[in-house]
């Protein structure tokens, strides 16, 4: 192909796909509507089957002197902050994946993909750009060969996809901030990523290498506020909701969220099931094809899969209509654990009771054999 790719959205999935197609010698033009990249949120996690896909990209170098890798994934009691069950991780993920498991900040994983791109001639990014259906011919000089809808949850470019799926409030909203290691309470493990579980609810916590502070972030039932990413939290009433939400859980941990300064609140929304490609004219990738619910932390890492895995379809002359079913199952299946994750984190009663006995009684290493075909993942090349 003579005709460049468009790329509408210059987030995670947009940077990660133009990337890709320029390893396969593909020209990429990202159009961007904001004029400056700035990151919402705080950090990221990226899972083996996420890092395996930036080390083919040359990305891992980088990467690598700005993330930790914590030596466990922990489940813990919000109650009592017991360890229920933990899965190693850090050099355990390097030998047993092949691939290493890190946190970070999202705007670190940003910058690293945006000056890969900056870098590479047969990427061009352009800023403070809005696109219109006609719009791409006219910034770029020929009509692209192919659209990539990268532009998220509440994408334009799904919208003009005929059964494309839609966006829907979950019902759940995350709650985000960060602690310097000074701020943090002494049970925050800088060497683990930890689940803290409760009824209807949970909080995650992990080291953020490059800041030494500590990511937040707190799951619950909430209000919709809107298409925004970035709500700084409203007055006390707001914050009455989450500590109620939380009402029984260790008090050091009541008394964290009481005292947390400006966080702020993420809508968490899923795209319904629906068509993610238009003939062989355009197509969605990442949110704006199936965002999901963060139960599995996998949100990213589906992003990154979807980049990369279309630039080596569309290279070998496979039809979207391949790509895309390939990919929906793989979603499906994430979306399954993620479904499954959410109940057992938030269970109540004597559910949450067998939940805590079950998997006290697995090893470590059985846990984590639970998790060979997500982070084991081998994506098409």
């Not at 799926?165 to 979950?170: A, E, V």
């Not at 985000?176 to 409760?198: H, M, V, Y």
């Not at 795209?271 to 990442?286: L, P, R």
């Not at 006290?360 to 075909?373: G, I, K, T, V």
Request: glycine share 10%.
């Amino acid at each position: 192909m003579t005709r460049p790719v468009a790329i509408v959205g210059a987030g995670i999935a947009g940077l990660t796909a133009a990337l890709s197609f320029a390893r396969k010698g593909m020209e990429t033009d990202i159009f961007e509507r904001t004029s400056v990249l700035s990151e919402a949120g705080a950090g990221l996690q990226l899972s083996p089957n996420a890092t395996r896909i930036l080390a083919r990209l040359g990305l891992l170098p980088a990467l690598e002197s700005l993330w930790s890798e914590p030596q466990a994934i922990t489940l813990a009691s919000g109650v009592s902050l017991r360890t229920i069950a933990s899965v190693p991780s850090g050099p355990f993920a390097r030998s047993r994946w092949q691939s290493p498991y890190g946190v970070l900040h999202r705007a670190d994983l940003q910058k690293t993909l945006l000056d890969a791109v900056n870098a590479n001639p047969l990427c061009h990014l352009h800023l403070g750009t809005q696109i219109g259906d006609a719009d791409h011919g006219r910034i770029i000089g020929s009509e692209p060969c192919l659209v990539v809808g990268a532009d998220g949850v509440w994408s334009q470019v799904r919208k003009q996809i005929e059964g494309g799926g839609k966006s829907i409030f979950s019902g759940n909203v995350a709650w985000r901030f960060t602690l310097s290691e000074e701020e943090a309470p002494a049970f925050f493990d800088r060497t683990k990523i930890t689940a803290f579980l409760g009824s209807g609810s949970h909080l995650v916590v992990y080291p953020l290498q490059r800041s030494s502070r500590f990511n937040v972030v707190a799951i619950t039932n909430g209000a919709d506020p809107g298409q925004s990413w970035d709500s700084t939290l409203p007055l006390d009433h707001s914050r009455e909701r989450l500590l109620k939400a939380f009402s029984g859980w260790h008090r050091q941990i009541t008394d964290l969220l009481r005292q947390a300064v400006e966080p702020t609140i993420w809508p968490l929304h899923d795209v319904t099931d629906g068509a993610w490609h238009q003939g062989e004219n355009s197509v969605v990738i990442g949110d704006a094809a199936h965002a999901m619910m963060p139960f599995a932390a996998q949100g990213a890492a589906m992003a990154i899969e979807d980049g990369f895995e279309l630039a080596s379809f569309v290279a070998a002359g496979k039809p979207l209509s391949a790509f895309a079913d390939h990919r929906k199952g793989r979603v499906a299946r994430v979306r399954s654990r993620g479904a499954f994750n959410r109940f057992a984190y938030h269970a109540r009663g004597p559910v949450r009771l067998g939940r805590d006995i079950v998997l006290s009684l697995r090893r470590p290493e059985s846990l984590a054999a639970d998790f060979d075909w997500l982070y084991g993942y081998e994506p098409k090349d």
